[in-house]
């Protein structure tokens, strides 16, 4: 085909080229170049592919390597002299992270070098360097979290001043699900005043009644201690998912009944002492979050309780004779998790946390 008649095909437009035959013997020159391009090309990126390995990664460099002599020497003199509690002092090594340090240590000796904290249990390459980088730089973290987090008002609704936020001697904070409603009196000092749940046996049970639902939430708010704010837990299930659509519906039920119930009973001069609170931003503050989704906070609970009574600045105050009763209530063996009854508490935590970080 000439290059002449290519072009009268062409400005004949769409109408024109479609008149013509699949099999016509004016498009096979076309068709021919096609498949010779189309070949060259598959070839081409064939012989790419083959240069290199399958399953090929990148060497990481050595720990060692990311730091000059100076800061090795400050990151090994911490690793090797701190005690547990320092250790747990550190976000990044809380729980059984500080324990396998000391474990090392006294197994191996003195960490020589930061390359051998990859010997360590649970310590993958990723978390030895994050360790390393907090041990020389405190403050960095804080410093990125304060900037990711400079408005806690965008998670809470409706919008309160934040220095009425901050002014809040304690809060009472809400969680429920579809069968309890759990809540936790905490103060500004995180020592827990109240923290308990009771059972809903009518949730969800056959036809939908709002006189049952109005029976149920008002014998819980009555059991509500007098605070500065009560935050409702939001939870972030799609309106547009039918088949969560029943769920959907009974927590708007019951988050609204609550925010009524509440405000009748503590407003005060028309002032908001009802809030809601993102359950999606408590999990991003604990790092409770795969992807979208929001993770148990159980082992999180279990651990503020462990450290309540071992160490001697814990991040949570628990009352010291309740401390057993809690540790037991979360490790029974039950057909359903105490999930409400944690995330009550996680979400008290980050409020005043969040507040903090945000006023340094």
């Known amino acids: ?12 437009g769409r109408k024109g080229f479609l008149q013509l035959p699949l099999g016509s013997s004016r498009l096979q020159p076309l068709y021919l170049l096609w498949c010779q391009k189309s070949t060259s090309v598959a070839q081409h990126d064939s012989a790419d592919s083959s240069s290199v390995p399958e399953n090929f990664t990148e060497p990481k460099p050595s720990i060692d390597d990311l730091y000059s002599s100076e800061q090795k020497s400050a990151v090994l003199q911490q690793l090797n002299l701190a005690t547990v509690e320092e250790l747990s002092a550190m976000k990044l090594l809380r729980g059984r992270k500080s324990v396998n340090v ?5 197994k191996h000796g003195p960490f020589q070098d930061l390359q051998s904290l990859l010997g360590v249990p649970l310590f993958q390459y990723k978390t030895a360097v ?6 020389l730089n405190p403050l960095a973290k804080e410093e990125r979290k304060e900037r990711k987090t400079a408005s806690i008002t965008k998670f809470i609704k409706p919008e309160i ?53 109005l029976e149920e939430i008002s014998s819980v708010v009555s059991r509500f201690p007098e605070a500065d704010f009560y935050v409702l837990e939001k939870n972030g299930l799609s309106l547009l ?69 071992t160490l001697a600045e814990p991040r949570v105050n628990f009352p010291r004779e309740r401390v057993v009763i809690y540790q037991n ?13 944690c995330d009550s508490l996680l979400q008290a935590v980050a409020f005043y946390e969040i507040l903090t970080l945000n006023n340094t």
């Not at 009748?264 to 359950?279: D, I, N, T, W, Y």
Request: charged share 25%; net charge positive.
């Open 161 to 213: 001043e934040r220095e009425k936020l901050k002014s809040a001697n304690s809060i009472v904070s809400v969680v429920f699900g579809t069968r309890r409603i759990a809540w936790a009196h905490v103060n500004r000092h995180l020592t827990i005043h109240d923290w308990q749940q009771q059972e809903c046996t009518m949730f969800m049970k056959g036809t939908y009644m709002p006189s049952v639902y």
């Open 241 to 309: 998912n039918a088949n969560l659509f029943p769920v959907t519906l009974h927590l708007r039920t019951v988050e609204a009944m609550l925010y009524a119930l509440l405000h009748k009973a503590f407003a005060q001069e028309g002032q908001h002492k009802v809030l809601s609170m993102a359950r999606i931003f408590v999990g991003k503050h604990f790092g409770l979050m795969v992807g979208e989704s929001r993770t148990s906070g159980i082992d999180l609970v279990k651990q503020l309780l462990l450290e309540s009574v």
């Open 130 to 135: 994050k360790v390393c980088d907090f041990i």
């Open 102 to 106: 000391i474990e090392y240590r006294k």
């Open 329 to 341: 209530l979360l490790s029974a063996n039950k057909p359903r998790r105490d999930e409400e009854l």
């Open 1 to 12: 085909m000439s290059f002449k008649a290519l072009v009268g095909l062409t400005q004949r």
